[in-house]
């Protein structure tokens, strides 16, 4: 087992400002219109105070490298494929445009596990989002890293089967094609390099995908405008938490679903053949 004490608690902060250039990109991107009030949609904040590591210090996969210095928030770890497993929002006080950001984050634990395809490595970083000072986003993520698959092995996930998506267990559905320039647009909006999400030889041959893997995140800020379109509001949701199932791959419909249950709401993004990609959960705010 390794040590990985010595990251524990260590703390990074970034700084960034909301400006109307990048919520009429993303609203752009999303292919929406923009809020009436200029504040930040629920899900933008994905975009604020993004990596910004040289060119220079990427790694194979994209992401910035990690090693044993001081400055490095996660330790160096041998297994290739990384994910954004699963995350979870309390959405306190707005976002306006103009507003000066400030991201502080700590790592709350790193834990190694061993699951059906090898050996895993989770780590979970804590968020705190403050605007003009203000805190407005309190949150947890948790990123896993998983060792690429053996040569020869089946391309993941499986080939679309003959099934299809059930929308009649649902309140309210939607489908949307998340095409590779989508993809491109998001990977632009957050500086995200990983090779994955852009580039298909790497992410077939290298990471064992179907194909170009549309974005955790992404995934979860389309389930996140199904609620404010639902819900007819821009701040729907007080908390919302997802959890990774399978990936999705880019030009393959993905049919978002929402229902409500228990004074909260239920939420699941699907393939076509009815296979689920990601589970959430969100309570309405007030």
């Not at 700084?15 to 629920?42: F, H």
């Not at 090693?67 to 497993?85: I, N, Q, T």
């Not at 609620?227 to 908390?239: F, N």
Request: aromatic share 6%; hydrophobic share 40%; charged share 20%.
């Amino acid at each position: 087992m390794a040590d990985f004490a010595p990251w524990i608690g260590r703390e990074e902060r970034r700084r960034d400002i909301l400006t109307p250039g990048l919520l009429t990109r993303w609203c752009a991107t999303l292919d929406r219109a923009e809020p009436a009030d200029q504040t930040a949609p629920q899900g933008l904040h994905w975009c604020l105070c993004p990596p910004d590591a040289p060119t220079a210090e990427l790694g194979p996969d994209g992401h910035p490298k990690r090693d044993d210095s001081p400055g490095s928030l996660l330790p160096p770890l041998p297994l290739e494929r990384r994910m954004w497993a699963a995350g979870a929002a309390e959405f306190v006080a707005p976002i306006p445009v103009g507003a000066g950001i400030e991201r502080r984050t700590r790592v709350l634990a790193i834990t190694e596990k061993n699951g059906g395809t090898g050996p895993l490595v989770f780590a979970e970083l804590a968020h705190e989002t403050l605007a003009d000072g203000v805190v407005a986003i309190r949150e947890t993520q948790t990123l896993v890293y998983r060792d690429a698959p053996p040569p020869g092995s089946p391309l993941a996930p499986p080939p679309l089967a003959e099934g299809r998506f059930d929308a009649t267990a649902w309140d309210a559905t939607r489908e949307v094609l998340p095409t590779s320039a989508l993809l491109f647009r998001y990977s632009a909006l957050t500086f995200n390099t990983h090779r994955i999400h852009y580039d298909h030889p790497y992410a077939t041959g290298t990471e064992g995908y179907r194909g170009l893997v549309v974005h955790g995140p992404l995934i979860a800020t389309l389930l996140l405008d199904l609620a404010r379109r639902t819900l007819g509001s821009e701040t729907a949701l007080a908390r919302f938490s997802f959890r990774a199932v399978s990936p999705a791959i880019a030009d393959e419909a993905l049919h978002l679903a929402l229902k409500h249950e228990d004074g909260g709401l239920i939420l699941a993004a699907h393939a076509a053949d009815g296979r689920q990609i990601m589970a959430a959960k969100a309570v309405p705010a007030p």
